[in-house]
């Protein structure tokens, strides 16, 4: 492109507000999105988990907790189990009964609905935007997150409008709220949805390979958002990347899954400061 297309481009225009300095009313908007935790430690604990299907181990023998307050990055080769084990939280994959799982304050397969889980997990990935094909409007995308719809199917709350507003203010996507979810870059796009995972305020917001897909440009959107989610605390993040590129500063704990010589599949290996 010529330099002023780059220069007006529009992800140029949200990346130049982002590192900008930010105004007090912007600060004093972000800590009031703030999460705030609704659950004793541990949020989530895998007991020597293991995945395994007729022909071959994936994983086994991982012990892994998750306290309030504290950001994860996943990693390992593709095949390791990184989306497994993501399943194993969400409650997607059938052997998340046939492990021993702590959630959110219950024993999994306690009598707790999947509806009871996910309504504290928010969710971003490659596959959800490959689904999220109808043409609704930007805030119409931020306000189905309170009703974890794929569009909008139901007149929402001034509460819920309001606070979807309030959302593209802080990603600086304000004079787009009438646009075509379609007539947006893809990295916009992708920021629109992860904006809609955690309008609700989730315990856990659980982003699987968020820059899947995108160019340069949207990289950079998505990475910076992600660094202001983390510091400002605005949910937990739960992320999952397997290029050391990709690392944001703001996380500071990993679980990465390595060859198991001795055994079949995948272990996993725990890094971070004060772990209990």
Request: proline content about 3%; hydrophobic content about 35%; aromatic content about 10%.
């Amino acid at each position: 492109m010529s330099k002023d297309q780059w220069v007006n481009h529009p992800v140029i225009h949200q990346l130049t507000a982002q590192s900008g300095q930010q105004s007090e009313e912007l600060l004093a908007l972000i800590r009031r999105h703030r999460h705030c935790a609704k659950f004793a430690d541990p949020v989530f604990e895998l007991h020597n988990g293991r995945v395994a299907y007729s022909d071959r181990v994936i994983f086994s023998g991982v012990n892994w907790r998750i306290d309030n307050g504290v950001h994860w990055q996943v990693k390992g080769p593709n095949g390791c189990g990184k989306s497994t084990l993501l399943g194993l939280i969400f409650g997607d994959h059938p052997q998340c009964y046939s492990n021993d799982i702590d959630i959110f304050g219950k024993k999994r397969g306690s009598g707790e609905s999947i509806w009871e889980i996910k309504q504290h997990i928010g969710m971003v990935s490659s596959a959800l935007h490959m689904q999220y094909r109808v043409n609704c409007s930007t805030i119409d995308v931020i306000v189905s997150g309170f009703y974890d719809s794929i569009g909008l199917y139901q007149k929402p709350t001034q509460q819920q409008v309001a606070i979807a507003t309030e959302w593209l203010a802080m990603l600086h996507m304000g004079h787009l709220a009438k646009t075509a979810f379609k007539q947006l870059e893809y990295g916009q796009q992708r920021l629109l949805l992860i904006a809609r995972a955690i309008v609700k305020q989730p315990t856990l917001l659980i982003l699987d390979e968020p820059y899947q897909g995108l160019d340069y440009l949207g990289r950079r959107l998505i990475k910076n958002s992600l660094e202001l989610i983390a510091k400002e605390q605005l949910t937990q993040l739960l992320y999952v990347s397997h290029y050391q590129q990709d690392s944001l500063d703001s996380i500071e704990h990993f679980i990465e899954f390595v060859a198991d010589d001795s055994h079949q599949g995948y272990r996993a290996e725990v890094s971070g400061p004060t772990l209990k």
